[in-house]
């Protein structure tokens, strides 16, 4: 018996891998994030499946339970999470309980919020002279942060942004990015990206605020800040340079006169 942590990917069902896919079909008995996962990912197993079980209303002593039971059942367990487990999945507190149970689990990943905004944007994160690094974090709430990880700490870099759990703080969020990246720096703000009723706004640091207001975003959004996301000048990789060789493309011949 096996429990399997799963990244459902952002929302779009298609947007899962295919073992994640293979697996949920497998498993008899299925924990899922009902507020955040699709309920059309499991379609193909609605009738068969013995037990699919939202853990939206479930606290984790719970879940362990449903875990623990299908271990002494000897059946499978596919624990859906949105997005991909390995960010703010809160699989590592289940993951501990489970090894003091000595029940086996395996990890797959999945498509991440951030992946999937970028691919909707059509824009690329990482542009060669403009923005090399891409730094993921969520805004300080409930959870505790140490003061190395706190908003301006990350914008003293100058990398490209991608923040979670934050749209209820924009206003803040802005505040302390602006002495950072300036008023005029790109931003975009997603609202359920892949889900069919997505949106999202396009705007700067000095207008933002407004827009998102406008919108009336609450929940599950995510804020990309950058240069990357407004910008034609940037440099051509080495990759594709045929001046740049590498150990696929070796130097092109020149031709004898």
């Given at each position: 018996m096996t429990v399997y942590f799963i990244g459902a990917g952002p929302g779009d069902p298609e947007l899962i891998t295919v073992k994640g896919q293979r697996l949920i079909n497998a498993c008899p008995v299925i924990i899922y994030a009902g507020s955040l996962v699709p309920r059309g990912l499991f379609s193909q197993v609605e009738d068969s499946a013995e037990k699919i079980l939202d853990s939206a209303t479930l606290h984790l002593d719970e879940i362990i339970d449903c875990m623990a039971k299908a271990h002494e059942e000897g059946k499978d367990v596919a624990r859906v999470?949105?997005?991909?487990?390995?960010?703010?999945?809160?699989?590592?507190?289940?993951?501990?309980?489970?090894?003091?149970?000595?029940?086996?689990?395996?990890?797959?990943?999945?498509?991440?919020?951030?992946?999937?905004?970028?691919?909707?944007?059509?824009?690329?994160?990482?542009?060669?002279?403009?923005?090399?690094?891409?730094?993921?974090?969520?805004?300080?709430?409930?959870?505790?942060?140490?003061?190395?990880?706190?908003?301006?700490?990350?914008?003293?870099?100058?990398?490209?942004?991608?923040?979670?759990?934050?749209?209820?703080?924009?206003?803040?969020?802005?505040?302390?990015?602006?002495?950072?990246?300036?008023?005029?720096?790109?931003?975009?703000?997603?609202?359920?990206?892949?889900?069919?009723?997505?949106d999202r706004v396009i705007g700067t640091l000095k207008d933002i605020v407004e827009k998102v207001r406008a919108k009336k975003f609450k929940l599950t959004s995510l804020i990309l800040v950058g240069h990357v996301l407004a910008t034609d000048k940037f440099d051509d990789s080495y990759l594709y340079d045929k001046d740049q060789p590498n150990i696929f493309r070796p130097p092109e011949k020149k031709l004898k006169k």
């Open positions: 999470h949105s997005g991909d487990t390995s960010l703010y999945g809160a699989i590592g507190e289940q993951m501990r309980r489970l090894d003091l149970l000595k029940i086996d689990y395996q990890v797959i990943p999945g498509v991440t919020a951030t992946a999937a905004s970028a691919a909707w944007l059509q824009k690329e994160l990482t542009l060669s002279g403009v923005s090399q690094t891409i730094i993921m974090t969520r805004y300080e709430g409930k959870t505790p942060f140490p003061e190395r990880e706190r908003l301006p700490a990350l914008a003293a870099s100058g990398a490209t942004l991608a923040i979670h759990l934050g749209i209820t703080k924009i206003g803040k969020i802005v505040d302390e990015l602006i002495p950072f990246y300036g008023e005029d720096c790109p931003v975009a703000v997603c609202y359920r990206t892949s889900w069919p009723d997505q």
